[in-house]
């Protein structure tokens, strides 16, 4: 009986093997959150991410859907926020070559009752396409990639923010 186990957990381990070295393989852009950085006098704070052709052929993406969602923690607590384009936007592409990335840079806003604590949050984002067409004869990619995960300090005064003071 515990051979039988032992074969049937090596198995299973190898095929969840494959499946994440599929999905590696299969995804040709890496997406890097390389700061971010709240006011100390507003209620926003600047990121800063990098997203790189990890492939080995031209790929099309959409400036703007860097940041198409934001998922903030703050201990167990957590918030997304989507980068919602609205309705008839046109697209913001960029072809990139091999190797090639560029850097977005985004202001959030922070006005979010989340936010109402001096303390450290963390935030990791998604860059997500979902329009299947094509820019410059080639298709652009579509699909969901995630970023690493940074700490950032919200270190102002929030007490005094409207949108932070207790209501009796």
């Known amino acids: ?8 957990l090596v198995v299973c381990g190898l ?3 494959s499946v994440i070295a599929q999905q590696d393989s299969e995804t040709p852009l890496q997406l890097r959150l390389l700061s ?5 006098t507003k209620m926003y704070a600047e990121i800063q991410a990098k997203i790189i052709n990890v492939s080995h052929s031209a790929i099309v993406v959409d400036e703007t859907l860097v940041f198409y969602q934001l998922h903030f923690r703050k201990g167990d607590d957590t918030l997304t926020k989507l ?3 609205g309705p008839g936007y046109a697209g913001r592409y960029v072809v990139l070559e091999p190797g090639e990335s560029f850097i977005a840079k985004r202001s959030i806003d922070l006005s979010d009752k989340f936010f109402c604590s001096d303390s450290e949050y963390g935030l990791l984002i ?3 396409q979902f329009i299947q067409t094509s820019y410059a004869n080639i298709e652009i990619w579509r699909g969901v990639v995630q970023s690493n995960e940074i700490i950032f300090n919200n270190q102002r005064d929030v007490s005094k923010r409207k949108s932070c003071q207790k209501h009796d």
Not at 1 to 8: D, R
Not at 36 to 40: D, E, I, L, Q, V
């Open 1 to 8: 009986m515990k051979t039988i186990a032992f074969t049937i």
């Open 15 to 17: 095929w969840v093997g």
């Open 36 to 40: 971010a950085k709240a006011s100390k």
């Open 83 to 85: 980068g919602d384009v």
């Open 126 to 128: 998604k860059y997500g």
